[in-house]
């Protein structure tokens, strides 16, 4: 244990400078200041092959993208899996604007986080469906309510807000609203329920009367796979300072690691590259030759 922890050490010397030698990380652990763990990537090949589609980096920006639009992303909870993005066109407090709506895709690995609350904005009291009863419902002929009645209080206090306010709007064109089903085929199309605008948040942030401070934005959860456990290669790999991502024609897991090369397990040279010859099939005792060769043609070839 002790010789495999020294001649890491020995190794991780070599490799952080490697880059100069061998091609860089091609999986980033972080994406502009936001850290990037699994299922989670910086590009293709890396995190999960199901999220990585919905979730890029690009220039530093992490953003979520669903067919309604692209969402900056604020902030990621890995502890408890949940993913804060934030809807430039939404209305807040401080600023109302007109808004197409939100929706996830039908096939996006995410739902809806139990505390984001939707509030539909300056809705046609005449036209819009969510005010009658049955034309909309699933269940024919029955009451299906989408605008929850106890969500009350938080139209008055969004209302109160100034830049709303000043529109002057009845109340009643407010809505908070509960659809049966807030799942992932979920879609709120303004246009459809005649309303001009929206406003999503996540959190009153401990003042439910004050909706300048409130959190607004739109939190969503994710899961890893059916039993949500956490890939135990993957957190082997990412102890090791290594990023999972995956490769070749079935999309399997490789830890992409520091010095630049793939394996498949974790960075600690526990098992062979999968890329190289069997060359590079380290046995414990080579480790110490082998590390000192290769700081010598390290040192050799960056000195150039
Ligand atoms: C390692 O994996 C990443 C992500 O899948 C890929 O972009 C890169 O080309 C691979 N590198 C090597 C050396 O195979
Ligand atoms: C409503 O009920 C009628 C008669 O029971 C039925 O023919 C119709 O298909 C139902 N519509 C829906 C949307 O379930």
Redesign the pocket.
Known sequence: MMFKHSSFTLFSLVFISIPCLISAQACQNSCGKMPIRYPFGTGLGCGDPRFQKHVTCNQDKLTFTTHTGCYPVNNIDYTNQVIYISDPSMSTCACTQPSKGFGLDWDAPFSFHDDTVFTLLDCSTTSSPIYKTNSNS????TVVPQCDRTGAPICSFLYSCQAISMLNLPISTCCVYTPVDLGPSFEMDLQKLQCSSYSGFYSFDGQEANPENWKYGIALKYKFNVYNDYPGSCADCERSNGVCGYGGAYNTFICNCPNGLNTTSDCFFGSSYNHGSSLLQWQTGNWVIYSSALFLVWALLCSV
């Open positions: 699933y269940n024919n002929g």
